[in-house]
C-alpha cells in the first residue's frame, strides 16, 4: 500500500511541474472588464473550480478579453495559455482549440495546433481525468462568450 500512495504522490508531483506552476503565476488579462459585450461562467461541479470570462468582439474577433480564475494550478495554467494568444482569434478559431485540446486530454490526441502549442505542458494531465474539466473551462467559457455575443445575448453574469 505504501509503494501504491508514493507512486500517486509522485505522479501528482510530476503533474505540476514547475512550467504548469509558472504559467499558472502568471494569468495574462486577469481581471473582469468593465461592461463587456458576453460574460460568461463556467463551474467545474468535480473539483469546484470556476472561470469567467468577460469580452468584447469586433469583426468577429475577441477585441478584448479578461477572466477572473478561481481554479486549481492546472485550470489556471490553462487560462494563461488561452489568454497569452486569445486577442485576434476568431470563434472557429476557438472551437478548433476547444476540440484539439479535448482530443488530446481524452483520446491521446496530438497537441494543439499553433499559436495555442503551449498546451502541451499539460499532457502530463491525460491520466488524470479528474482535472480535465478544470483545463476546459476558460476555453468554454471564451467560446460560450463569443456564441452569445453572436445571438446577441449580451453580457449575462
Known amino acids: 500500500m505504501t509503494d501504491q500512495t508514493t507512486d500517486a504522490g509522485e505522479d501528482l508531483i510530476s503533474l505540476y511541474s514547475r512550467r504548469i506552476l509558472a ?6 488579462h486577469l481581471g473582469r472588464l468593465d461592461s463587456p459585450q458576453a460574460s460568461v461562467m463556467k463551474r467545474s461541479p468535480l473539483c469546484g473550480s470556476t472561470v ?17 480564475v478561481k481554479a486549481c494550478a492546472l485550470g489556471q495554467a490553462s487560462a494563461a495559455i488561452l489568454g497569452a494568444h486569445a486577442l485576434g482569434r476568431s470563434r472557429d478559431e476557438i472551437a478548433r482549440l476547444r476540440d484539439e485540446l479535448r482530443a488530446m486530454l481524452k ?33 468554454e467559457a471564451t467560446l460560450a462568450a463569443l456564441d452569445q455575443i453572436a445571438a446577441g445575448a449580451g453580457a449575462q453574469g
Request: aromatic fraction near 8%; hydrophobic fraction near 40%; charged fraction near 30%.
Open 23 to 28: 504559467l499558472a503565476a502568471d494569468i495574462p
Open 52 to 68: 469567467t470570462v468577460d469580452l468584447d468582439a469586433e469583426d468577429g474577433r475577441i477585441a478584448r478579453f479578461g477572466q477572473d
Open 107 to 139: 483520446e491521446g490526441g496530438p497537441v494543439p495546433s499553433a499559436p495555442f502549442e503551449d498546451y502541451e505542458a499539460l499532457l502530463p494531465a491525460r491520466d488524470f481525468k479528474n482535472r480535465h474539466a478544470s483545463i476546459m473551462l476558460c476555453v
